[in-house]
């Protein structure tokens, strides 16, 4: 049976996004709750030797929650991990540079990819984790063929430099997707329903 929220997270809960990510931000807005951020200062790297996309996605998550989490008294802490696998089944990370970018958007033209989207939620009372829960989302991505002109065009744009695969699917790789199958803002980078879902579970209702 999970943890009832005290009643003073429960009448204004208090939700700690521990991302820098500007779009995790932005969707998060989307659902209408106050939030406060805290970057967290996991470092990925630590994470290069896990090759299981499923499992990395999971643990990193799970990682940048718990790294907040060690910094605050109460609420609830909100760590998300989003990767881009090639059709080859390699982790597609964020590009090094422009030349990284393309390779990665070639080695994506014309095929089916997916991406993996995991959340993990963080219950902080009294600077103790009393309650977790973690969501997964895969979304199956289908680009059209690209052309050499269209992806100079894209990485001409600059879009691609923060984000995983080489780019970012709010933007002008709009252009580039020819079937979606799944939850877009889990491709953006937070999976809104799933979220919704997981802090039904801590007695928060959106």
Same mark, same amino acid.
């Given at each position: @049976? ?20 500007? =779009? ?7 659902? +209408?709750?106050?939030?406060?951020? *805290? !970057? ?16 990395? !996605?999971? =643990? ?14 109460? +609420? ?8 881009? !696998?090639?059709?080859? +089944? ?8 422009? #030349?990284?970018?393309?390779? @990665? ?12 989207? /995991?959340?993990?939620? *963080? ?10 829960? &973690? =969501? ?15 992806? #100079? ?10 984000? &995983? ?8 790789? @709009? &252009? ?9 803002? /889990? ?6 329903? &799933?979220?919704?879902?997981? *802090? ?7």
């Amino acid at each position: @049976m999970p943890e009832k929220l005290p009643e003073h997270l429960l009448a204004t809960p208090r939700l700690i996004l521990a991302s820098a990510s500007p =779009r995790r931000r932005e969707l998060l807005e989307n659902l +209408g709750v106050n939030f406060d951020v *805290l !970057v967290s200062d996991f470092d990925e790297g630590t994470l290069a030797h896990i090759v299981d996309p499923v499992e990395y !996605v999971a =643990r990193a998550a799970e990682s940048k929650a718990e790294a907040v989490a060690a910094q605050c008294r109460d +609420g609830i802490v909100l760590g998300g991990d989003t990767d881009v !696998v090639a059709p080859d +089944g390699k982790i597609l990370g964020k590009p090094t540079d422009l #030349d990284d970018a393309r390779r @990665m958007l070639w080695s994506l033209s014309g095929k089916t990819h997916h991406v993996y989207s /995991a959340i993990t939620a *963080l219950l902080v009372v009294s600077g103790v984790i009393r309650q977790r829960g &973690a =969501r997964l989302v895969t979304v199956g991505v289908r680009f059209r063929p690209l052309s050499e002109r269209a992806i #100079d065009l894209y990485l001409a744009a600059s879009e691609y430099g923060d984000k &995983a695969g080489g780019y970012g699917i709010q933007g002008r790789a @709009m &252009a580039f997707v020819d079937q979606l199958d799944g939850d877009l803002s /889990a491709v953006i980078g937070l999976p809104l329903t &799933a979220l919704t879902d997981l *802090l039904g579970e801590f007695g928060v209702s959106l």
